[in-house]
């Protein structure tokens, strides 16, 4: 899953990083958990950020004998770098492209951000982790938008060529069905293969009648009226 809705301009927000579930993000939550009511969780992990954990709270608020969370820093968000924006709508139209070209050399997410190459180690890797080191059948991971797309291209093979084009809309649910099987020394697991079932997955919202514009649009509470503005060419 990704968080459910915050706000990063609340006047009384001093660190990003620490911003919590707003009301719609909390009800974004609940019609996940009550979409979900009817699954299993072995495990239950977040980033260790409070919005991934208020949102895996209330979703695992709807289960009598829900497991503990674990928190996985390996899942925080990709770690971004600073720009200068004249206004809200410049910045969110410099972030609606910030996925794009993850693929090339030294990409980052904003200048000075932590690389799209050293995310995808770090990302991967705590999924390998979560996978072949911990005894479960299925769990709940509730992450952020940047981890959850380079999840998404790593599963489906393309990597981080493919990230720009998987939307996760806000409290999205994604399924993935991992194969694994012992090495072939036998002292180990590995990953075989692995199926994306469900992608965006908005239950506040199935159809997505009311959620034509893109997360970031909802976000910064802006409508570029379609997919993305033009590309912004202001000094950075």
Same mark, same amino acid.
């Given at each position: 899953?990704?968080?459910?809705?915050?706000?990063?301009? !609340?006047?009384?927000?001093?660190?990003? +990083?620490?911003? !919590?579930?707003?009301?719609?993000?909390?009800?974004?939550?609940?019609?996940?958990? !009550?979409?979900?009511?009817?699954?299993?969780?072995?495990?239950?992990?977040?980033?260790?950020?409070?919005?991934?954990?208020?949102?895996?709270?209330?979703?695992?608020?709807?289960?009598?004998?829900?497991?503990?969370?674990?928190?996985?820093?390996?899942?925080?968000?990709?770690?971004s770098g600073w720009?200068?924006?004249?206004?809200?709508?410049?910045?969110?139209?410099r972030l609606a492209?910030?996925?794009?070209?993850?693929?090339?050399?030294?990409?980052?997410?904003?200048?000075?951000?932590?690389?799209?190459?050293?995310a995808e180690k770090?990302?991967?890797?705590?999924?390998?982790?979560?996978?072949?080191?911990?005894?479960?059948?299925?769990?709940?991971?509730?992450?952020?938008?940047?981890?959850? +797309?380079?999840?998404?291209?790593?599963?489906?093979?393309?990597?981080?060529?493919?990230?720009?084009?998987?939307?996760?809309?806000?409290?999205?649910?994604?399924?993935?069905?991992?194969?694994?099987?012992?090495?072939?020394?036998?002292?180990?697991?590995?990953?075989?293969?692995?199926?994306?079932?469900?992608?965006?997955?908005?239950?506040?919202?199935?159809?997505?009648?009311?959620?034509?514009?893109?997360?970031?649009?909802?976000?910064?509470?802006?409508?570029?009226?379609?997919? +993305?503005?033009?590309?912004?060419?202001?000094?950075?």
């Open positions: 899953m990704r968080h459910g809705h915050v706000d990063y301009f !609340d006047p009384d927000l001093t660190d990003p +990083r620490m911003v !919590d579930l707003t009301d719609e993000g909390r009800r974004q939550a609940t019609a996940a958990r !009550d979409a979900l009511k009817h699954a299993h969780f072995d495990i239950a992990v977040y980033s260790g950020l409070p919005r991934t954990k208020q949102t895996a709270e209330i979703v695992l608020s709807g289960f009598e004998a829900a497991p503990d969370l674990i928190a996985h820093e390996g899942l925080e968000e990709v770690k720009i200068r924006a004249k206004s809200r709508d410049e910045l969110a139209a492209y910030g996925f794009d070209n993850a693929e090339a050399k030294d990409a980052s997410f904003l200048p000075d951000g932590e690389t799209f190459a050293d770090r990302i991967t890797a705590a999924f390998e982790d979560l996978v072949l080191k911990r005894d479960w059948k299925t769990a709940l991971i509730v992450a952020h938008e940047g981890v959850n +797309r380079i999840a998404l291209g790593w599963a489906c093979g393309g990597g981080l060529a493919t990230i720009s084009a998987f939307e996760q809309d806000l409290a999205c649910i994604n399924l993935l069905d991992v194969d694994v099987t012992p090495t072939e020394n036998g002292d180990g697991l590995q990953i075989e293969r692995m199926s994306i079932k469900a992608l965006n997955v908005t239950a506040y919202d199935f159809v997505k009648n009311e959620l034509s514009r893109t997360s970031i649009e909802h976000l910064f509470g802006v409508d570029f009226g379609g997919l +993305r503005p033009a590309r912004p060419t202001s000094e950075i």
